[in-house]
């Protein structure tokens, strides 16, 4: 078996997951894990499936097939070998939105070797006409050596420059 990870995006529309899965299933295959979501009318997402090793070229035409049947893109391509090793660490992040916060928060992890293994963002109206708040959630993965109190001793600094609220916390078990 091979196991390949897909990544989809077209305009939102009933049947785009439905089609796919039956890509999968029509080919051998087996879906194993996924992250989809509609954002702006568009629907993407990330899909690891497994494939019997004869079928993998068929199955590679065949979501191919699905941009001119569906209008949806799929890339696929082998799974990799696994993603950091470490520990895990949730960041909640919120404050008046202004450009380049993301840059700033993800350069310091990347400074420290941090992995950002989920990431979610979003804005929304800020209470009593305040502006815009932008709101950030993630799951880090800590390389060995580097701790917590690290990881916080860098994003603060920028939390303040910032004037955000940053929360560091061991994920719920």
Request: avoid cysteine; hydrophobic fraction near 45%.
């Amino acid at each position: 078996m091979t196991q390949l990870v897909l990544t989809a995006v077209g305009d939102d529309r009933e049947g785009l997951v439905s089609a796919l899965s039956r890509a999968v299933e029509d080919h051998g295959g087996n879906w194993l894990d996924s992250q989809l979501a509609r954002l702006a009318g568009k629907f993407a997402g990330i899909v690891l499936v497994e494939v019997p090793d004869a079928n993998v070229a068929a199955f590679t035409d065949a979501t191919a097939g699905l941009l001119d049947q569906l209008g949806w893109k799929v890339d696929v391509n082998p799974a990799g070998a696994g993603g950091a090793a470490g520990r895990e660490v949730q960041v909640h992040l919120v404050g008046l939105d202004r450009p380049g916060m993301v840059r700033q928060v993800s350069s310091a992890l990347a400074a420290r070797r941090v992995s950002i293994r989920d990431f979610r963002s979003w804005t929304q109206n800020a209470p009593q006409g305040g502006g815009l708040l932008f709101e950030a959630e993630a799951v880090v993965t800590l390389p060995t050596g580097v701790d917590v109190e690290t990881v916080r001793a860098a994003l603060e600094p920028i939390a303040d420059e910032l004037m955000v609220d940053l929360d560091l916390a061991e994920p719920a078990s």
